[in-house]
């Protein structure tokens, strides 16, 4: 497989699109991270402050510049989840290997970003299925955490049913140094009803 960061791969099934988000995204992408309902459910930990709350199509270009950056530099890759319906993109998933000295150390870690209608058991096990089984590869590594707070109810139901299982490691931010939890953890290999 290609290095990621060299060449972002498209992943798709009946329903949505998975690509490399880009600045003409913006304007989708606004509906998203400006959604009030959305926020409580995006994982900004060691995220320098942010929040990921982005009220103006501004706020939202300089974070999609961040993006960018980032994909440059090698921190992370974010993609754009488009509604193959709408032709419009509902959220956006982040990816980066994890290198650290705690719980969660060589590990892929996943944010999923979902508009808050999205955030629903049915949408986000599908978009589960189609990011995780490649993500393994594209990230070198053997398991893969996200986070999942305990109010996410169908968040928590999606992703069990995935195969992921609630952890009691802690993620220590390299940035603040703050232990955070409500991680679940998926291994290579044979997963849930998937």
């Known amino acids: 497989m290609e290095n990621v960061y060299e060449v972002c791969p498209t992943f798709e099934n009946d329903n949505y699109i998975l690509r490399f988000a880009v600045k003409e995204d913006a304007f989708d992408l606004l509906q998203v991270y400006s959604d009030k309902h959305a926020l409580p459910f995006f994982n900004s930990d060691n995220c320098h402050g942010d929040n990921f709350y982005y009220p103006t199509k501004e706020a939202m270009e300089k974070a999609i510049d961040f993006w960018l950056y980032s994909y440059e530099q090698k921190f992370f890759v974010r993609w754009a989840i488009i509604d ?22 060589h590990v892929g870690v996943i944010r999923l970003d979902l508009r808050s209608d999205y ?12 990011i995780i089984p490649p993500a393994f590869d ?23 049913e995935y195969g992921f299982e609630k ?20 291994q290579n290999g044979p997963r849930g009803r998937g």
């Open 84 to 105: 193959k319906k709408l032709s419009k993109a509902i959220g956006t998933i982040e990816l980066f290997h994890r290198e650290a000295d705690d719980d969660f150390n």
């Open 119 to 130: 955030e629903n058991e049915k949408a986000i096990k599908e978009i589960l299925s189609i």
């Open 167 to 186: 952890s009691d490691g802690l993620m220590v931010g390299t940035n603040d140094h703050y232990a955070y939890k409500d991680y679940w953890t998926i």
């Open 138 to 160: 594209l990230f070198e590594c053997n398991e893969i955490i996200s986070k999942v707070p305990l109010y996410a109810i169908d968040r928590a139901q999606a992703f069990s």
